[in-house]
């Protein structure tokens, strides 16, 4: 498999792999002025995973997007910087894009059975995107490529399998087609944008080993959104959480599962389903709606939903947007609340609500 | 594949059978006898309603059998041949025989072999035009969409296919073939005789037919790559690195053809029928105008031909376009 390392990962020299500085993306929309994203800022170095998480319509998949410059120039407003090893996207012309493009940072969209050709053989499909970036590859070679692509992840016969059309797939092999080709030019970085949302549970977990192993192979830095906690605790080494546009909670995975800090991110623990959880244990949604982003609200975006709004003095969450700074577990940890000790609050009321063993266990912990 | 072919051909014949039938019919039962013509030109016009003579025809050219015998021996002259008497003359048709024009006594096959070139001259040249023009416009106006160009393509295209079809055709015909020479006359050249006349002669007739009809195609095609260039899979295209152009005409353009497709091979088969104002006004001797003049004068055969023509192209149009669907969409080829 020394063919398949990759060769331009080494273009990330110094500096992240993938830095998004303040990035913010808005649409104007004839209701007004869509803020999709507000001012993100997070970084993915080479061979780690960035789990991004959030709810339906918080500016995950948009901001993704971004990096590759997927949006339309005449209906999206991009400002801020994207840097990929190093090298600006946000403003760059289209021939940088498309140099970049499958090339140095490729995308795993969700949905395979829409994101692949309904009238083009598989083999077409991937070979096509060999060629773009190898010009002087033959359509042989490209094919001959395709297949070992389609062998790498897993298809049964991909010899028999290339010409198939993606109709022809099961839903698995659709998305490790898709798979194969995202990695078919060694990319450095992948964006996989909710790769197991159309899968079913067995299957999901297939392709999240799969995702990893490919990884660790062609150690590609990973930007993996969903909004399945699950799959962040899986496989993530940092966690970025995002509400309503903005980043609300960054920092490792586990320092965030285990020490989560605000009250969003509390509620998208609150209402992950787990087998092995105890069955009184109850499954808690977080009420009301994500934030309108034609008119967001003033102060903290997610204050109209926070049971913990009282517990700040004054009128601040309903007045003062929180800055997204570092919290009481360090400076690796941050989080956009203004909430004092969040984590006394998270161990006394939370915990004890979504997991009663694990609560008694951190009351063991602090009595001893 | 085979057993659907055979099946769609099958049910295809039956249309034609049907439609044959029903041409029968009106002639059989309808108001006006169909003998009359026939009768006035050998009396000179002194043949009417209700004189005796127009019974003898009636009787001579079989409308007093039953229909269903008739048809019978119509539709045994189109296999086998037959041999038509009208009047103290006889007429050996050969195999296909149409019959014989109630008007000028001609072999109505013969005719059709004659004029069929024509009509299919302006049905190809005029499609080919107005397929390329339509689907151009179309892309053009779908990337870009909602801008000044869009809006001027598509409201161009709606001014001009609400000037009456006529009007544009005879315009065009006298002010640049008569009032000035900017085209040539048009006129019709065999294709096998001199290729190059052939496409002068017919170059306006192409040019006003394929601008006309390419209007309603600007709208198909517009509305069709609107709707694939906001596919997933074009957006996949993109993210792989690949060209404009390339993400537009192999990823959105391939899929928009298809509904386009089906349309087309639809229009095409009506342009086979005859397009009768086109070869009115020009004066090109094509199918349309011939099967016009024959309904005014009740020529049976000559209706009976020109009907056939045009259940026979939607016909086969339609088995066409199915067999082409199943090669632009995979799904289908298999089910």
């Given amino acids: 498999m020394t063919t398949l390392m990759s060769a331009s990962g080494a273009a990330a020299g110094d500096g992240p792999l993938l830095a998004v500085d ?30 991004i998480v959030g709810e339906s319509g918080s500016g995950k998949s948009v901001s993704s997007m971004a990096v590759l410059g997927l949006h339309d120039s005449r209906t999206a407003r991009i400002a801020g910087s994207i840097r990929i090893a190093g090298e600006e996207v946000v403003g760059a012309d289209q021939g940088t894009l498309r140099r970049i ?27 096509e995107a060999y060629l773009v970036h190898h010009p002087q590859a033959t359509k042989r070679e490209a094919r001959r490529r395709a297949i070992q692509m389609l062998d790498r992840v897993g298809i049964p016969q991909p010899e028999r399998r290339v010409d198939d059309f993606s109709h022809q797939f099961s839903g698995g092999m659709r998305q490790r087609a898709m798979i194969a080709m995202g990695l078919i030019n060694d990319p450095s970085l992948l964006i996989a944008d909710e790769p197991t949302t159309a899968l079913d549970v067995t299957v999901q977990a297939q392709i999240l080993d799969l995702l990893q192993d490919l990884q660790r192979e062609f150690n590609s830095g990973v930007v993996l959104i969903t909004h399945d906690l699950g799959v962040v605790a899986e496989v993530a ?4 959480v995002m509400y309503g546009g903005r980043g609300v909670e960054y920092g490792p995975c586990r320092e965030i ?45 997610f204050h109209p939903r926070c049971a913990h709004v009282h517990k700040v003095s004054g009128d601040l969450c309903r007045t003062v947007l929180p800055e997204l700074v570092p919290g009481p577990r360090g400076s690796g940890h941050l989080k956009r609340c203004h909430l004092p000790d969040p984590e006394s609050i998270y161990e006394s009321e939370v915990l004890p609500e979504i997991a009663p063993d694990l609560a008694e266990v951190a009351d063991v912990g602090r009595e001893g | 594949m085979f057993s659907f072919l055979v099946k769609r051909i099958v049910s295809g014949f039956v249309i034609v059978v049907l439609v044959s039938l029903a041409v029968f019919t009106l002639f059989f039962y309808g108001p006006k006898s169909p003998a009359l013509e026939l009768c006035r030109r050998d009396t000179h016009n002194r043949c009417g309603p209700t004189s005796p003579k127009l019974e003898e025809y009636e009787q001579r050219l079989g409308y007093n059998n039953p229909m269903l015998s008739e048809y019978a021996k119509w539709a045994k ?28 006594r001609t072999s109505v096959s013969a005719q059709l072999k004659e004029r069929f070139p024509i009509t299919l001259s302006l049905a190809v040249g005029a499609s080919v035009l107005y397929l390329l023009i339509g689907v151009t416009m179309g892309v053009l106006a779908a990337r870009r969409r909602g801008t000044t160009t869009d809006r001027l393509l598509v409201s161009s295209t709606l001014v001009f296919s609400s000037v009456p079809y006529y009007l544009v055709a005879l315009l065009s015909m006298l002010t640049l073939t008569i009032s000035t020479d900017i085209f040539p006359r048009v006129e019709y050249h065999p294709f096998l005789d001199n290729p190059l006349k052939w496409a002068t002669g017919l170059l306006l007739v192409w040019l006003v037919l394929g601008i006309y009809g390419s209007t309603s195609y600007t709208r198909y095609a517009r509305g069709s790559m609107v709707e694939s260039l906001s596919e997933d899979y074009v957006r996949t295209a993109r993210a792989k690195g690949l060209s404009n152009s390339a993400v537009v005409v192999k990823h959105a353009l391939r899929s928009a053809l298809v509904p386009v497709a089906t349309i ?51 016909v086969a149009a339609n088995i066409l376009v199915d067999i082409l669907y199943s090669f632009l969409d995979p799904r289908v080829r298999l089910s």
């Fill in chain 1, 22 to 51: 303040n990035l913010t993306v808005r649409f104007p929309t004839a209701d007004g002025l869509v803020h999709a994203v507000t001012e993100l800022s997070y970084t993915v170095e080479l061979g780690k995973t960035l789990g």
């Fill in chain 1, 101 to 127: 493009r499958g090339n140095v940072a490729a995308m795993i969209f969700q949905d395979a059975l829409a994101a692949l050709h309904p009238f083009k053989r598989i083999g077409k499909q991937l070979s």
């Fill in chain 1, 237 to 240: 080494d940092d966690v970025l």
């Fill in chain 1, 257 to 301: 599962l285990t020490h989560p800090e605000m009250p969003y991110t509390w509620g998208l623990l609150s209402s992950v389903p787990d087998v092995h959880a105890d069955p009184n244990a109850r499954l808690i949604p977080i009420t009301g709606n994500p934030p309108s982003l034609l008119d967001p609200p003033a102060g903290c975006l």
């Fill in chain 2, 77 to 104: 002259g189109l296999v086998a041949g037959r041999t038509i008497t009208i009047g103290a003359t006889d007429y050996d048709c050969s195999a296909p025989c149409l019959g014989v024009s109630y008007r000028d």
């Fill in chain 2, 264 to 314: 087309f091979g639809l229009d095409f088969a009506f342009l086979l029928a005859g397009t009768v104002f086109t070869e009115k006004i020009f004066g090109l001797e094509g199918i349309g105008k011939w099967g016009l003049d024959a309904t005014y004068i009740k020529d049976l055969p000559v209706v009976q031909a020109t009907s056939l023509v045009l259940a026979v192209s939607v």
